[in-house]
């Protein structure tokens, strides 16, 4: 079973940046993040097919998060840009089945790591 480590959070003001990295014992096609705010449904933010690095944004980041992946490391990255107070939340490293941003499509997870973004 993959195990997946989220790190990079923390708290930030509006317009700022933050990297998050995942390390993951094993690779699957898909790979990606989603998120979830307080009181609010998970949200599948970006995933990247890891084969030929193919990537999928939702359209509230498209421009601002960047997913890539460094295989040698077998780490996935989210560069985060122009941060909004609506970014907040946990940030869940993931597997994913295939080419979908839906939360149900995601697999297995991390512990999740947090991002909180003031005005």
């Known amino acids: 079973q993959v195990q997946l480590v989220e790190s990079g959070g923390g708290s930030v003001q509006a317009g700022g940046s933050l990297r998050l990295a995942c390390s993951y014992t094993a690779i699957t096609l898909y790979m990606g993040w989603f998120r979830q705010a307080p009181g609010k449904e998970r949200e599948g933010v970006a995933i990247?097919?890891?084969?030929?690095?193919?990537?999928l944004y939702a359209d509230s980041v498209k421009g601002r998060f960047t997913i890539s992946r460094d295989i040698s490391k077998r780490t996935l990255y989210l560069q985060m840009t122009s941060l909004k107070p609506d970014d907040t939340g946990t940030y869940y490293c993931?597997?994913?089945?295939?080419?979908?941003?839906?939360?149900?499509?995601?697999?297995?997870w991390g512990q999740g790591t947090q991002v909180a973004v003031s005005s």
């Open positions: 993931a597997t994913v089945r295939w080419y979908s941003l839906r939360p149900s499509d995601f697999d297995s």
């Open positions: 990247i097919r890891m084969d030929n690095e193919n990537t």
